[in-house]
């Protein structure tokens, strides 16, 4: 069975006027809005934003038996609204929360690393410095590595798992690091 949209003859007959809707509903109302809040007075303020809201859309809200879970929605969205803008409190301290900045790494030094483990990954027989390239340097997950390899996944895995060993023994990097 469908339910009829409400028109406005019979819109008046259940509630004939937003000011007759808020005195038969208010009460209820105003118990939703203070589960939103910790205080009564917050929780009037909340419920008078959002009937003012819903006055605004008065002639817009089709089926008017639906008009608790509307002011509903709109105690939420606004209850929403004002923790998100909420004030953030500062309180002075003695000491700095924040950590001393770390000192940036110097571009050099980076570069020498990054030369170094090129350097180490070249080393490697081609089939897993292929699959380390793929894997690392071009961000492919196991499965593509496998299939742009003809491989396995598992074979994938294994010869990566064993050059990433061969990278870590590797002097030049342990020296660089």
Same mark, same amino acid.
């Given at each position: 069975?469908?339910?009829?949209?409400?028109?406005?003859?019979?819109?008046?007959?259940?509630?004939?006027?937003?000011?007759?809707?808020?005195?038969?509903?208010?009460?209820?109302?105003? %118990?939703?809005?203070?589960?939103?809040?910790?205080?009564?007075?917050?929780?009037?303020?909340?419920?008078?934003?959002?009937?003012?809201?819903?006055?605004?859309?008065?002639?817009?809200?089709?089926?008017?038996?639906?008009?608790?879970?509307?002011? %509903?929605?709109?105690?939420?969205?606004?209850?929403?609204?004002?923790?998100?803008?909420?004030?953030?409190? !500062?309180? +002075?301290?003695?000491?700095?929360? !924040?950590?001393?900045?770390? +000192?940036? +790494?110097? +571009?050099?030094?980076?570069?020498?690393?990054?030369?170094?483990?090129? %350097?180490?990954?070249?080393?490697?027989?081609?089939?897993? %410095?292929?699959?380390?390239?793929?894997?690392?340097? !071009?961000?492919?997950?196991?499965?593509?590595?496998?299939?742009?390899?003809?491989?396995?996944?598992?074979?994938?895995?294994?010869?990566?798992?064993?050059?990433?060993?061969?990278?870590?023994?590797?002097?030049?990097?342990?020296?660089?690091?």
């Amino acid at each position: 069975m469908t339910t009829p949209v409400c028109t406005s003859a019979s819109t008046a007959a259940v509630f004939p006027s937003f000011s007759s809707y808020v005195r038969a509903r208010g009460p209820v109302l105003l %118990r939703a809005a203070r589960s939103l809040t910790a205080n009564p007075n917050d929780a009037e303020d909340l419920l008078q934003t959002a009937l003012t809201k819903t006055y605004v859309a008065w002639e817009r809200i089709e089926d008017h038996r639906a008009l608790d879970g509307y002011v %509903r929605r709109a105690l939420l969205n606004t209850r929403t609204s004002q923790w998100r803008k909420r004030k953030v409190d !500062e309180f +002075p301290c003695d000491e700095m929360p !924040e950590p001393d900045p770390t +000192p940036a +790494p110097d +571009p050099a030094e980076l570069q020498g690393l990054r030369d170094a483990m090129w %350097r180490a990954v070249m080393r490697l027989p081609a089939r897993q %410095r292929a699959m380390v390239v793929l894997r690392y340097y !071009e961000d492919l997950s196991e499965a593509q590595t496998a299939e742009v390899m003809e491989v396995s996944i598992g074979t994938v895995k294994s010869a990566v798992s064993r050059a990433l060993a061969k990278l870590r023994e590797d002097p030049e990097l342990a020296m660089a690091a």
